[in-house]
């Protein structure tokens, strides 16, 4: 692993909404001053922050509102990848002004089955459009939702054009011979391999991996940072065994909602149950499960409701 | 087929852009006049104008050009639906702010896998927060593009709940069973059942379906309009193929890059060719092969390069 290489550990902020279903930039600070706390980077607008439910001039109203709040901007990795060319500058353009300066960037996932040609091309525009030495972009590779890859052919293409700018990937295809392949295969000392949840944490560090940017981040940071830090203890088996059993209560039901149960119930603020549709809100019954399996592993999530917290 | 029913031939219409990239609001005018000169409706912002590649602000921009330069609000069914449920409302209140009162609307495509109650929450919540009795939502299913179904209990259910907005589908699953599903299966008067392709175009009337919204509607719109005016007489089956010759031509090339390198040849406008990654515009010796295949089967766009229709 290069001395050059970032790494860590980062949590796809889930956004809190208002009964008006309008993001709620108070509850956000808070809930990204919590996770700070906890050791986790703030890999705000992924997949797991519904930030393809909001629209770009929502997700830059929330930046701004984190910005002003005194979030620390090296400490933030926010999704700036849609569908459009142009939110996608926007958004990329946005974080730069913050002095935002790392991006996780999905491919623009509206068309499929397109080519390596045509990512190259959208890549290539955002980098040129933006025009900003200091962009570094991590890629966002998330088939099962995003249903549009990105090869390591691709990914070498864009590493040899853009050696400075292309710092790194989340790789959240579930599948470890993909990430090792990443680890393996992609041809640059600082190229920062992320596997796309704990699960792999330990085999993606014991690859020469960066770290992992995970969903359970928002609820189970300060043991997957331990992980992280001490995963050459000869405990860290262990460890990743009970981060998986932790991971398993939440995959029991549709991830975003179960996180933002466990949210509302152990910071007792019943406004985090809230979800934009498609997605709905876990149930009384399976919040309650989420809540005795949790019980069961020990689980807490110490300090969270601090609602004293408010945006300066 | 009750006698409320509307019905017609729409053209997604495709989507001109400058060499920075920007669209074109002049030219889109200018194809829209001819395309409505040929007798189809103007379905801008569908798939194959790639609409989901541009902002809610570059659409609506587009709308405004469109309205401006005098083009029908009644002709129009504008895509309007994103993954973003407030992009999804702009748009939509943007378009009958224009007196246009029919869209087509997408779900929110992003996630995968999500339940009929989360889609129908969206659709509601878009309904709801819209809140003008005069809108007519087109629901839109193309499950290989946006990998989100509508299923037909999901459709029922929608009709149900608001039976005055819910006023058709476009069927782009490519799967005629399908469709015929819905002309069988939806219980309502007053539900227009639009086929994704000319290809199914003659099954569809026969069926009680209410025409079709096709991509080859930008360019070979005359013949498709006379197919859906004469589908009663003798030579109804002769016709149907000879559409699907045409579509077969279009159909070895990527439809959008293909319907753009027809226009900008035969209507001697290379602007035409441009496309936004990523997709990519069609190469020479392809456009070359597409024409060549057009001319021998006798294919014209009369009329189709009338520079003078500039905006008002």
Not at 115 to 142: M, P
Not at 195 to 214: K, P
Not at 237 to 246: K, M, S
């Amino acid at each position: 692993m290069s001395t050059d290489k970032k790494g860590g550990i980062y949590s796809p902020v889930v956004t809190p909404f208002g009964a008006d279903l309008a993001p709620d930039g108070q509850r956000l600070v808070r809930h990204c001053r919590w996770l700070l706390g906890q050791g986790v980077g703030l890999a705000v607008f992924g997949t797991n922050s519904e930030a393809n439910s909001m629209s770009a001039q929502e997700k830059m109203g929330l930046m701004d509102d984190l910005v002003k709040a005194g979030i620390a901007p090296g400490r933030m990795m926010p999704g700036t990848g849609c569908c459009a060319l142009t939110d996608t500058v926007e958004l990329t353009r946005h974080a730069l002004a913050h002095d935002i300066h790392d991006v996780l960037m999905l491919p623009p996932f509206y068309y499929k089955g397109v080519s390596d040609d045509g990512l190259f091309a959208s890549y290539s525009e955002v980098i040129q459009r933006v025009g900003d030495a200091s962009l570094r972009i991590y890629l966002y590779h998330i088939p099962p939702v995003s249903q549009v890859p990105l090869s390591i052919p691709l990914i070498q293409r864009l590493l040899d054009a853009y050696p400075r700018v292309i710092a790194g990937i989340k790789d959240s295809s579930g599948d470890w011979s993909n990430t090792q392949a990443m680890l393996q295969s992609v041809q640059s000392p600082d190229f920062n391999v992320y596997a796309g949840s704990e699960s792999f944490l330990l085999d993606t560090l014991r690859g020469g991996g960066a770290g992992c940017i995970t969903a359970t981040g928002n609820v189970n940071p300060a043991a997957i940072v331990h992980l992280y830090e001490t995963w050459q203890n000869e405990d860290a088996d262990r460890q990743q065994a009970a981060l998986n059993a932790v991971r398993q209560a939440f995959q029991q039901f549709s991830m975003i909602p179960a996180l933002k149960a466990a949210v509302a119930s152990y910071g007792d603020d019943p406004d985090w149950f809230r979800v934009r549709p498609p997605l709905l809100a876990l149930g009384d019954a399976q919040a309650k499960k989420l809540i005795t399996d949790l019980d069961k592993l020990g689980f807490s999530m110490p300090g969270l409701n601090q609602k004293a917290g408010h945006i300066g």
